[in-house]
Nanobody, 115 residues
Framework: VQLQASGGGLLQAGGSLRLSCAVS????????VGWFRQAPEKQRESVAR???????FYADSVKGRFTISRDNAKNTVNLQMNSLKTEDTSVYYC??????????WGKGTLVTVSS
């Protein structure tokens, strides 16, 4: 499984950004796709996840502001981020977990939110 994250950038607080994760390779048997983020000197944290059932998970810090969705035709998972805050500044990583429990990571994409 290969993951390609894109969409990061620099923007002001209050703005919106959409991240995309293109999934290729052995895309069958994927249980869930999610986004994590890691700010400097902080631990990587889960932001949002979408499961094969369609159910979703959001971290409390992004609920109501971020929306995760999938485009099955394009094999992509998107993260729409609205009302961005300076504390959302992080490197964002895409993650896939297969039904047998194996996980894959993509390279991160940097999101910088200025005040």
């Amino acid at each position: 499984v290969q993951l390609q994250a894109s969409g990061g950038g620099l923007l002001q607080a209050g703005g919106s950004l959409r991240l995309s994760c293109a999934v290729s390779g052995s895309i069958f048997h994927i249980n869930s796709v999610g986004w994590f983020r890691q700010a400097p000197e902080k631990q990587r944290e889960s932001v949002a996840r979408i499961f094969s059932t369609g159910s979703t998970f959001y971290a409390d810090s992004v609920k109501g502001r971020f929306t995760i969705s999938r485009d099955n035709a394009k094999n992509t998972v998107n993260l729409q981020m609205n009302s961005l805050k300076t504390e959302d500044t992080s490197v964002y990583y895409c993650n896939v977990v297969q039904t047998k429990g194996i996980g894959y990571w993509g390279k991160g994409t940097l999101v910088t939110v200025s005040s």
